[in-house]
């Protein structure tokens, strides 16, 4: 199994149903991404997920940051 967005093979199951194994929900451990396997092949096959939402871990270290949380004001 693959990851959709980043191609990674190191999968985690995070969750299972707890009846029936009518469900698992994958827990990628490269980008973090997480699915279901209920969800369409649009989300859970990486040859059929949204190019414009793909990842490449080799540009993880340039990515933009996300923006720290400025201190309150003080009124």
Not at 28 to 55: A, H, M, V
Request: glycine content about 2%.
């Amino acid at each position: 199994m693959k990851c959709p967005r980043c191609n990674s093979e190191s999968i985690d199951i995070m969750a299972k149903s707890p009846v029936g194994d009518v469900w698992e929900v994958y827990l990628c451990d490269t980008c973090t991404f997480s699915w279901r396997s209920t969800e369409g092949t649009n989300i859970t096959d990486p040859e059929q997920y949204d190019k414009r939402f793909k990842l490449n871990p080799e540009e993880f270290d340039t990515l933009a940051q996300i923006p720290p949380i400025p201190p309150l004001l003080k009124k």
